[in-house]
């Protein structure tokens, strides 16, 4: 593992780019100096050949010892911009003297400032530019001195403007006297630093005790002090001489660097894979790796059947098909380490949630999200022979059907590897599902608790029994209908435990308690401060996020080991139990389904933990015969949502297969939907229309919408072609993936708003961002909507009247009485909606906002989530649209209060990796407040300044702070590239370069 460790570091030490500028270029530490440990000399060789390779010429840092420097050269920033540092340059050829022989290194300490002097040395041979660091510096940082090979040339790293400029500049000071430069022996120099070998067009001289010399300098001074603006515009006009890429040089070296990471990593691999191949192609090194961190020693049997299929073998697309908890995750991890490490090929995992657990293939049949997925699958399908697909699930039944579709083969087994038993309990008895028997049970056994009046009327379903067989020492989930029903079943269990359950791990769960706490800013629900200390929770999105993953961490080690939940939880989050129990055969009010009651029960049976695995599921007599059929029947097939979810599946398909180029006229395109999955079961889903009358259809409503235009194309008197190409309009919805159900409505209401936005506050804006979809799930509560706004102020009263929603409305509907005048339910729903916003921005604090507004914490986080995304599509729509130029920096900074939603000093520091609002609060009260004071920090002063803080995440965070600043910087330098590159469209362009042919 530390040969492993260590050949990632020094991976990762690797810089990102390789650019140096003409002011300043970014330095790092070397290894040795980082981390001078075990590992220092041979770490230290490689940073330093990487360097050599790399880079240009380093800075002197601060001492760090951090062992993983991710960003390279990148250790150290200069604060001045890319255009600073051009204009220091500048007034630096202006101040060159006309005299050339005092090179001395008492000259050289003068003729920049501090932080020039600092940096790196340029030699001027000719048309040759040499880079050299100061021995003083190399000494006391342990840098190796860099030159560039001969022939390199600096100004091939700036646009081509500016290298004019600086041309022109070296031509006009080459005038002035002697050109060639006399190399110095530094070894007789008796200063411990080098002799700084600089252009002689960039020394400013020492001053002169001749008073002619004086006034030579003082005329040519006065002659050569042209502003930056007059070079920069004579640039501009060499520009038309001048070769301009057509790609940017950014660009261009991004992938150099990318070409030579990927040349690295592959010497890597066949340095340390003498052995590839023994486990499953793969080097011995993975099978170690899986031992060590997840305790697996030998597959299952179906695991190595399935690896070594022809199928797999050959690359052919594959899907295979197993129970919950048989596996195939290994599988599919597994196969995408063969594509990485052996075919060298990029892997896309599409994952269902925000979860640990693969998209399941039956989801295909699960609405817009399946219209989704089927598309993105139908996409690579169409345009790419060579990508191999890899579908699994857990639930299948018209498989023959996803196999047409994926051109795929199948593979399923119905192994698990704890085995599963299958209970059903009426009243107080308990029945095994048995597909033997005649009505598909039989008998078990009697419940054996003693229940008091009182308990009988609290809990008649017995579920205090069914879980004290199995709680504290397994665990234990209670699928409930609702979300209430789980808050108030936990709190119902925990009424009646025994006091012994308090003692089980008390001191773990006082630590869950601690730590709610604190991700709540010292708030805790009520209901889980009194059902943790008997080691049971609730589990529902009523949660934040934060709050979901502490106790779903705490459920996984064993600390809770009752979880009362819905259904959300057996589809998105692997959290297995000894026992599940299902309340009630519904979900909401709609009766179970074969496949959601089969992800439920799948939950039970923890491999390498539990032997067997039970699912208990209470029903009433009046349900029995509907669950006898629930137990029996096949799966539910899976059907395809392409055409059902219309503005998200089959028009948003046409708008990016045009939008994309994939496919652009009529014939084409139904093509392409002759291959998808709705194309494989038209005969099934079509029963009036076809395929080909829904395909034009389609086309034509986004035709009229404005998203689309159809060129007609007459190739004979007989035969005509229908070519469609996208709109403004639909490129904007395209790239900021509006619903089309909505981009119209967009459009108005941003056209709208330019007439009188009110920029006063941001309520405005907050509305306009606020996500359409989540209206109709709007129920506002009139009372708080009238408190509400009769605190507005005159500006956000205003902001209202626009919208057309008075107070005296408000008030009608908030104290019963009748309303004549009619008015849009829509807006009034999404103006309540941006007042919880608005409040949440204001105040910062989910709980408080939740009090006030009377709603799940877990619905306003996900109602501020859901706005940042659509914020952003919004931001993306405006950019592709002219006409809406002024709203682009506001949502710009919009979307940042909205994703990070704190005080606006904090944003800075939580863009950056591992800094959440309770670090950035420490880090800002410590005195770092910025980007820059992150990127410059010493992990091991940050270690002892910020309480909880270990030395890997402070070397993360200064390594993200870096990155995020280089990438800032590399952001302007590519601003100013495209300022000062010569237009594709500048009239006489064209004509210049016939006229050179």
């Not at 260590?6 to 990102?16: D, G, N, Q, T």
């Not at 050599?52 to 420097?69: F, I, Y």
């Not at 006063?760 to 129920?779: A, F, G, K, M, R």
Request: neutral net charge.
């Amino acid at each position: 593992m530390d040969e492993c460790g260590s050949r990632i570091r020094r991976r990762v030490s690797l810089p990102k780019r390789n650019r140096p500028s003409l002011g300043c270029i970014f330095g790092a530490p070397t290894a040795a100096e980082l981390d001078p440990g075990d590992e220092g000399k041979e770490e230290e060789e490689m940073v330093a050949e990487n360097r050599r390779r790399k880079t240009a010429g380093v800075l002197p840092v601060e001492h760090n010892d951090s062992e993983v420097d991710m960003f390279g050269d990148y250790d150290s920033f200069t604060e001045n911009s890319f255009i600073a540092q051009v204009d220091d340059l500048e007034q630096k050829y202006m101040r060159l003297p006309e005299h050339k022989k005092h090179a001395t290194d008492f000259a050289t300490e003068n003729l920049c400032s501090e932080s020039i002097k600092n940096k790196l040395s340029i030699t001027t041979i000719g048309n040759l530019t040499e880079l050299q660091t100061d021995k003083h510096t190399e000494n006391q940082s342990g840098y190796e001195g860099v030159t560039i090979e001969p022939g390199a040339d600096l100004l091939y790293d700036v646009p081509s403007s500016q290298a004019i400029y600086f041309e022109n500049l070296q031509n006009s000071s080459n005038d002035l006297g002697d050109h060639s430069v006399k190399e110095r022996d530094w070894k007789s120099s008796s200063h411990n630093t080098v002799n700084e070998e600089l252009p002689h067009n960039c020394i400013e001289q020492p001053q002169q005790n001749d008073e002619s010399s004086s006034k030579v300098r003082t005329s040519s001074d006065m002659n050569r002090r042209k502003s930056i603006k007059d070079h920069l515009k004579s640039a501009m006009t060499g520009n038309a001489k001048a070769q301009t890429p057509i790609f940017s040089r950014s660009k261009q070296l991004k992938d150099t660097i990318l070409s030579e990471e990927i040349n690295v990593a592959k010497k890597t691999i066949e340095s340390s894979s003498n052995d590839l191949g023994p486990f499953y192609s793969l080097p011995s090194k993975v099978r170690d790796l899986y031992a060590q961190f997840k305790g697996i020693e030998k597959l299952y049997e179906w695991q190595h059947t399935c690896l070594t299929l022809n199928s797999v073998q050959e690359r052919k697309n594959l899907i295979y098909s197993l129970p919950t908890s048989g596996g195939k995750t290994l599988v599919a991890e597994i196969l995408m380490l063969q594509e990485l490490l052996c075919c060298r090929k990029d892997v896309l995992m599409i994952l269902p949630y925000v979860a640990i657990v693969q998209e399941k293939l039956h989801m295909i049949g699960e609405g817009s999200r399946g219209a989704t997925l089927e598309m993105t699958l139908a996409k690579i399908l169409y345009t790419s022979k060579t990508t191999q697909i890899i579908g699994m699930s857990a639930t299948l039944n018209n498989v023959e059907d996803l196999q047409k579709f994926l051109q795929a083969e199948y593979y399923t087994s119905q192994f698990r590897p704890v085995e599963l038993k299958e209970y059903l309990k009426i009243n107080d008895t308990i029945y095994e599902v048995d597909s033997k028997a005649e009505n598909g049970m039989t008998f078990s056994r009697l419940l054996n608790y003693k229940y008091s009046d009182t308990l009988k009327k609290m809990d008649p379903d017995h579920l205090v029994a069914l879980v004290t067989e199995v709680i504290p020492n397994y665990s234990c989930l209670v699928f409930c209908p609702s979300k209430k029903n789980c808050e108030n079943v936990a709190e119902m269990i925990c009424k009646f435990l025994s006091k012994e359950y308090l003692k089980h791990k008390e001191k773990e769960k006082c630590e869950v308690i601690k730590n709610l706490k604190n991700i709540g800013n010292g708030n805790l629900c009520p209901v889980l401060k009194r059902t943790i200390p008997f080691g049971v929770a609730y589990h529902h999105s009523g949660l934040t996020s934060d709050e979901r993953k502490l106790l779903e961490e705490a459920y996984s080690t064993g600390v809770l080991c009752l979880f009362t939940c819905t259904s959300t939880l057996a589809a998105g989050v692997n959290l297995p139990a000894r026992r599940v129990i299902i309340r009630a055969p519904y979900v909401a009010k709609e009766f179970l389904k074969r496949n959601q009651y089969k992800q439920m029960i799948g939950r039970a049976g923890r491999a390498g933990i539990d032997t067997i695995g039970e699912s208990i599921l209470i029903l009433q007599e009046k349900d029995k015969q509907q669950v006898l059929e629930l137990i029996t029947k096949p799966l539910e097939n899976c059907y395809s949502h392409l055409v059902q979810e219309f503005t998200k599946g089959i028009q948003t398909l046409f708008l990016s297969l045009i939008g994309l180029k994939i496919a652009t006229n009529l014939d084409d395109i139904y093509h392409f939907m002759n291959g998808t999955f709705f194309g494989v079961q038209q005969k099934i889903l079509l029963k009036e229309k076809s395929l080909w009358e829904i395909t034009v259809e389609s086309l034509r409503y986004l035709t009229e919408k404005g998203l689309l235009q159809k060129d007609t194309i007459y190739k004979s008197e007989e035969e005509v072609q229908y070519n469609f190409h996208i709109t403004k309009l639909g490129r904007a919805s395209f790239k900021g993936t509006i619903d089309l159900a909505y981009c119209d409505i967009l459009y108005r209401d941003l056209k709208k708003g330019l007439e009188g936005l009110v920029l006063e506050s941001l309520l405005h804006l907050i509305y306009l961002t606020t996500p359409y979809d989540l209206v109709s799930q709007c129920n506002p509560d009139w009372m708080i909507y009238f408190r509400q706004f009769s605190q507005l102020s005159p500006a956000e009263q205003n902001v209202a009247a626009i919208l057309g929603v008075s107070e005296s409305f408000i008030g009608k509907k908030a104290s019963g009485q009748a309303i004549g005048k009619k008015v849009d339910k829509d807006v009034v729903n999404r103006l309540y909606l941006s007042f919880v916003l608005y409040t949440l921005l204001k105040e910062t604090n989910i709980w408080t906002v939740s009090e006030k507004f009377n709603m799940p914490r877990g619905y306003i986080q996900n109602l501020l989530t859901g706005t940042a995304s659509f914020s952003s599509c919004v931001l993306h729509f405006c950019e592709e649209l002219e006409e809406f130029w002024v709203y682009r920096a506001l949502l710009v900074e919009l979307t940042k209060k909205l994703t990070y939603c704190v005080k606006a000093e904090l944003i800075p520091l939580m863009e950056v990796t591992g800094v959440l609002e309770g670090r950035a609060k420490q880090l800002y009260s410590a005195g770092y407040k910025s980007l820059m004071h992150l990127a410059n920090a010493n992990p091991e002063v940050l270690v002892r300044t910020i309480d909880h803080l270990s030395r890997r995440q402070a070397k993360q965070i200064v390594s993200s702070a870096k990155m995020l600043l280089h990438e800032k910087a590399e952001a302007l330098q590519e601003e100013v590239e495209e300022l000062l590159r010569l237009p594709s469209d500048f009239p006489g362009a064209v004509a210049s370069s016939t006229d050179k042919a």
